[in-house]
């Protein structure tokens, strides 16, 4: 081969090499330019426009809702506005034109948004705020607000219950505040449970653990809690009925026969509630004793009247204890309709029961476990008081709600017209029996009345239910009275006792025909009350006591006891 031949051959070579070396860059170039390309944002502009709406065709969106700009990559362009209107047509419900509806006073919410005291946190705003509500919230308002409820959620803000030193004057106990930043509100010896409580609160803007760990360290205190906050139970239905809802209520218990052998006479109840309308018709005569332990000024309100009313209306409607004695205390209090009460209020309220001859203490409150009021339920039921509560309208992903979940204390759910339970009720091993509570017709103050629901008015009807034992045999011991509800109430749900329903739905005839009639005089009449005219001649009509009275101590079940259950005749 020539000289010349192998010149052109490595020429051929070097082009060949250089080719390929410019086409593996060229390659890895676009590869480069590929990535950054997915990497970077790209810039958008879009230009202005406006929607437009066919004038044919009937727009969702009225043309003229002012817009507002929203700008998107330096291009701004207007959207229009949706209003927050609201969007379902509720259903035409008829109302009875008598009733004032209650508002609800303690609202349900689900699972995620209950906390270890049954309050709701974080709700969304279109979650609701329980039944019949807009559900619509205030950022920053606690219960079902977006954000978690405070720490004084279910408390009052920078209030203390202290048990201090009785020794101590009034003087020294406003010394020993003053030293800690406080200011001493009320203080006053509770002879129930034997201590000496105050009710302090901050007055100098320190945080509140802060002032905590100082108060619990000064030797004249002896016990420290927060001033825990208690609210009424009860809750408008989303639905009414036709009639008179308090004839369904009667029914179920069975009232009207077990009437035919109890009133409630010489049976002393007090009410822990708000005002109740001592003037109303129905509650005429009935009110022996009245205390305002909040000390205001407030006037009567709807849920202490419709309590009181469940227990001794005799007028319009008929309670379950229509002869009975109310002790009205008002414990509850507050502006807008609702009503909410304390850890101090609450302990003054049940001295005042067990101090002046209380024989039952109906609680149609809720709230979180508190030692003192846990204490004073305590020293009540040794004193041989009947407690009940209401079992609260937190619905069913609630812990326990107190002071229904004290195991000195009846509980008692709600049930409807047709024996189911109220959504709203609480559940729980603690709850003893239920009661009618939905759609309920009860007096309202100024001679109104409502229609109203709630574990609030099963508790009513169960402490009239109460009465109406102790009127039989005054004698009866607390637990052996909720042995009598318990074993004679109608079972409901599964078979057996339940977390919905306790032992069953109480039934007022069968349980007033279980206890034996008591031979001994009756507890005197408290001074100032006056016994309707009626009293007498029903409780003397031949016939009404010749009922043969199973044993308090007998091991039959629920079923063989009420195979006995018939009508007296009157």
Known sequence: ????????????????????????????????????????????????????????????????????????????????????????????????????????????????????????????????????????????????????????????????????????????????????????????????????????????????????????????????????????????SSRTTEGDPAQYALTKLRLPQAHTLAHGANVTIAVIDSGIDARHPELANSIADSFDALGSSEGPHVHGTGIAGAIVAHARLMGSAPEAR??????????????????????????????????????????????????????????GLVLIAAAGNAGPKSPPLYPAANPNVIAVSATDQQDRLFTASNRGNYIAVAAPGVDIFLPAPDGKYQMTSGTSFSAAYVSGVAALLLERNHALKPEALRTTLTKTARDLGSPGRDELFGDGQTDAFAAVMAVPADSASPVAAAPGTTKREDAAKRRDEPGSRAIEQPSLSSTDDKSTISQADRPATR
């Not at 020993?176 to 007055?203: D, K, M, Q, V, Y």
């Not at 850890?343 to 109906?362: C, D, K, P």
């Open 326 to 383: 109310i002790i009205a205390i008002r414990a509850f209090g507050g502006a807008n309709g609702g009503a909410e009460s304390s850890s101090y209020i609450i302990l003054r309220s049940l001295n005042y029961a067990a101090e002046h001859g209380a024989q039952i203490i109906n609680m149609s409150f809720a709230g979180p476990k508190d030692a003192v009021i846990e204490r004073a339920i305590a020293a009540t039921a040794a004193r």
């Open 1 to 236: 081969m020539t000289g010349k031949s192998k010149s052109r051959l490595r020429a051929k070579a070097h082009a060949s090499s250089v080719a390929a070396v410019l086409l593996i860059a060229v390659c890895f170039g676009a590869q480069q330019v590929q990535a950054q390309a997915v990497m970077r944002t790209p810039t958008i502009s879009v230009p202005s426009r406006t929607p437009t709406i066919t004038p044919s065709i009937t727009p969702r969106v009225s043309p003229n809702v002012a817009a507002r700009p929203v700008g998107v990559a330096g291009g701004p362009r207007t959207m229009a506005t949706i209003p927050n209107t609201t969007s379902r047509i509720r259903p035409t419900v008829p109302v009875l034109p008598y009733a004032r509806y209650s508002p609800n006073l303690y609202p349900a919410c689900t699972a995620p948004n209950r906390g270890a005291d049954g309050e709701c946190a974080g709700q969304p705003s279109a979650g609701g705020e329980g039944i019949g509500k807009s559900g619509k919230k205030t950022a920053g308002k606690g219960r079902g607000s977006r954000t978690p409820a405070a720490v004084t959620s279910t408390s009052f803000a920078g209030e203390f219950v202290a048990e201090i030193d009785a020794a101590l004057s009034s003087a020294e106990a406003d010394q020993l505040a003053r030293r800690h930043g406080l200011r001493r509100i009320s203080s006053e010896n509770f002879p129930l449970i034997g201590a000496t409580f105050g009710l302090f609160r901050i007055s100098d803007g320190r945080p509140y653990e802060t002032v905590r760990r100082e108060f619990a360290a000064d030797g004249s205190v002896r016990s420290l809690q927060p001033n825990f906050r208690y609210v009424l139970q009860d809750q408008r």
